[in-house]
Structures are given as structure tokens and as C-alpha cells.
């Protein structure tokens, strides 16, 4: 398959109302057989931390590359919803 495919639909999932454990699976799957998997994994880590699983989220954000600067800017980002303990919902 293609990557851009499961990117798109890494994307519905992360903002998907219900958390749908077939299609996580999948791309569990297809993000450990890439290389360049960091957009993947981003996804990943906020669909775990959007049905409340903060800490696989985290998780997840440790493999991302320390040099592309996505973790640190994500891992702002969660920090600041997750401070202000503001529920998801809100910013959908």
C-alpha cells in the first residue's frame, strides 16, 4: 500500500470520534515497517492521547527523531492542552 494512503488515514483516526482498534492496529503496523515513519508516529500519538491514553502517547513521541524537532514541538503543544486539562472535544 501506500504511504501517503495510510497517512490519510492515520489522519481521519486521529480525529475520529471513536477510537476504531482494527484500523490503530493497522497502522501500528505499517508505521514499524517504514522508515521515514514520523508523520505516522505524530498521528499515532495523538490518537493515544485524544482517547485517553497519555502516557502511550508519549511514548510514541520518544521514537520520533530528536533532529526534526517534531517532538519537542508536539511534545509543547500536549503539555499545554494537557495543563490546562482542557478535554479534546473543545478543540474540535
Keep these: 500500500g501506500s504511504l501517503?494512503?495510510?497517512?490519510?488515514?492515520?489522519?481521519?483516526?486521529?480525529?475520529?470520534?471513536?477510537l476504531r482498534m482494527d484500523k490503530l492496529r493497522l497502522l501500528q503496523q505499517v508505521t514499524n515497517q517504514v522508515t521515514d515513519r514520523d508523520d505516522l508516529?505524530?498521528?499515532?500519538?495523538?490518537?493515544?492521547?485524544?482517547?485517553?491514553?497519555?502516557e502511550t502517547a508519549r511514548g510514541i513521541m520518544a521514537q520520533l527523531k530528536e533532529e526534526s524537532g517534531l517532538r519537542t514541538e508536539l511534545a509543547r503543544?500536549?503539555?499545554?492542552?494537557?495543563?490546562a486539562g482542557k478535554p479534546w472535544k473543545r478543540f474540535l
Excluded: C, G, N, S
Excluded at 508516529?41 to 497519555?54: C, E, F, K, S
Design 41 to 54: 508516529l505524530v498521528l499515532l500519538a495523538y490518537i493515544r492521547w485524544r482517547h485517553d491514553d497519555p
Design 77 to 83: 503543544e500536549l503539555d499545554a492542552y494537557l495543563t
Design 4 to 18: 501517503v494512503l495510510y497517512k490519510q488515514l492515520a489522519y481521519v483516526e486521529a480525529f475520529a470520534p471513536k
